[in-house]
């Protein structure tokens, strides 16, 4: 099956400060990538995802890319806030199959 | 709120006991994916249904099963319970045909 790992486990910035985490998938099939965040205690809750016929994808603040030849994609947070500081998953699935994820970066956005 | 309800919210058994978790998804939503987070840890990918038939089977314990039923809604069945099992579990759904997926509350297990 599809194995997902995600780098850093942990990442702590500065208030305003960008964000990266980074998220490397196995199964050249999958091809829809969704970025959740799980906020102390509460159920994960989808922020953006991306399929697989796009490189990059942008709501407001959050950015997500995907580079298909290297089976890698990536979340980017700008200007972060102190709400932002929560569990974030990346996950990689075949689109009507089991979704991974990917172990989790637990982020601390400092004021 | 996702839509996806889980019963119960908590639940606290003794070892060697046998529970049942209840998923309802959104209405319509085809799939459903079972997951065990423990404490601190990841989203452990435990098995999925599509239209009430099994998809794909991830790090299920031989002690779980699982099934859909016609209504869509799905049960996690968990026995001969170990403390560590203690653990919460989701449920998440997500359409057929579409891929976003929308979890749960979860259901808090404790094994004393």
């Known amino acids: 099956g599809e194995n997902v790992e995600q780098h850093p486990s942990t990442l702590s910035v500065q208030e305003g400060d960008s964000a990266v985490i980074k998220c490397t998938y196995s199964?050249?099939?999958?091809?829809?990538f969704p970025w959740y965040k799980q906020e102390l205690g509460k159920r994960p809750q989808l922020i953006i995802d991306?399929?697989?016929?796009?490189g990059e994808k942008k709501d407001q603040r959050i950015a997500v890319t995907l580079n298909k030849t290297a089976k890698h994609f990536s979340l980017h947070i700008t200007e972060t806030q102190p709400e932002d500081s929560a569990v974030y998953f990346c996950?990689?699935?075949?689109?009507?199959?089991?979704?991974?994820f990917g172990a989790g970066t637990r982020l601390t956005v400092k004021p | 709120d996702s839509g996806v309800t889980q019963t119960p919210k908590h639940l606290i058994t003794a070892t060697g006991q046998r529970v049942t978790l209840r998923c309802s998804p959104r209405?319509?939503?085809?799939?459903v994916y079972w997951y065990q987070q423990s404490l601190d840890q990841g989203l452990q990918f435990l098995i999925q249904?599509?239209?009430?038939?099994?998809?794909a089977k991830g790090n299920i314990l031989e002690r779980f099963s699982a099934q859909q039923f016609p209504d869509l809604h799905s049960e996690l069945n968990l026995s001969s319970l170990e403390l560590g099992d203690s653990a919460l579990y989701f449920c998440?759904?997500?359409?057929?045909?579409?891929?976003?997926?929308?979890f749960g509350q979860g259901t808090r297990l404790t094994v004393v």
């Open positions: 209405s319509g939503d085809l799939s």
């Open positions: 199964d050249s099939a999958s091809n829809y």
């Open positions: 996950a990689a699935s075949i689109i009507n199959n089991d979704m991974r």
């Open positions: 249904y599509y239209n009430g038939e099994e998809r």
């Open positions: 998440a759904s997500s359409p057929g045909g579409t891929a976003e997926a929308f």
């Open positions: 991306i399929r697989s016929n796009v």
